[in-house]
């Protein structure tokens, strides 16, 4: 299960399908099942990759299988998927690894922010062929888009509700009539079987740039949750840690599940403003405490355990990074943390050295 991720280039970041270039193959060549036109695997192999198997191939992502299956459904049909959620619950992570799985390529890929063009979703132009040449195919700049549109892949679009709704709206034929015109040529890129959109909007932009209803009818929305459980938080960070951990070339912290318990305890009790017993109600602060945080805040801990301590993350290697997360603004938030650490870090059992770490990091 490691291997691939030992064998990983010296690049930062390697893409879903170079780190698990091993899974995605050894699925591939054991899957006999029908597979959609284009797609490199079938639609159950993909949910195995995704939700792993318990022996070879690992778990990317941890939460109920049915969502998964809903989404890679989907992207068999002629409707697209979006992906929508609060920040932090993976969607990102997941429509990397689903073009991986279903293309083999999750690099097509824009970025939705509010000053994205509509080249971003079509094709720009390389002024200084155009000049020359004037428009001709050689002349013509093609979008992540449109470039998946050629090869039959998955295109991904990060925070559609972020661009700017006519720049949206460019997608509106690109999905119902699976062609991308371009008048400048007569002509137009129809898209080869494969072809498929996943956005991700983020639940707390919503309002941003609401999807048009029309735009949204050629969507079907999945809605990935907040781990249901601390169980399932703390396997998720444990998980994740331990590959990033890898990844970063970090020595092999032992017994870091303490603190990654602790960790995912404090977030989760500030987001849902309630102890875990349910007994003690508390104030909730301005920052969104996910579990992508939870996750930093950990590998951080790890990298000051294994480079400045004896190896063993202990709590005060989280604490510092948990106030960060916690206390965005330096006022209230501020006054939310103190008052978790008086109420309920320092009352409880076990807790003493993560409160006096947390108050010698005040
Ligand atoms: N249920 C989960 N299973 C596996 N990994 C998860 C899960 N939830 C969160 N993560 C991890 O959290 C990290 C951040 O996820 P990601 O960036 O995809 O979140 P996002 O939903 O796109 O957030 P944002 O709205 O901020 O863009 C990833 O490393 C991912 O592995
Ligand atoms: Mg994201």
Known sequence: MTSTIDATPTVLRPHAEQLYAAELEALAAADDLPRPPGWRMSPQA???????????????????????????????????????????????????????????????????????????????WNYARLLAEGPTAGAVVASPVMRAMRTGAI??????????????????????????PVPELGEEVQAVKGFNVIATANDRDRGVNELSSALRRRFNTVVLPVPGTVEEEVEIVAQRVASLGRSLELPEVPDAITEIRRVVTVFRELREGLTADGRTKLKSPSGT????????VMTSGMALASHFGDGTVRAADVAAGIRGAVVRDTVSDAVVWREYLETVARERDGWKDFYRAAREAE
């Open 46 to 124: 993909v949910v195995t990759y995704l939700l792993g198997d318990g022996k070879d191939v690992s778990a990317k992502y941890i939460g109920p299988r049915r969502l998964m299956e809903v989404a890679v459904a989907t992207l068999a049909t002629d409707r697209a998927l979006l992906l929508l959620g609060v920040p932090g619950t993976a969607k990102t992570w997941v429509s990397e690894h689903l073009a991986a799985a279903i293309s083999g390529d999750s690099t097509l890929l824009v970025q939705g922010t509010a000053g994205t063009p509509e080249e971003a979703m079509r094709y720009g």
């Open 155 to 180: 295109a991904r679009i990060e925070e559609l509700t972020r661009v700017p709704s006519d720049v949206q709206d460019t997608l509106l034929t690109i999905l119902s009539e699976k062609t991308l």
């Open 289 to 296: 405490l996910s579990t992508a945080e939870a996750i930093s």
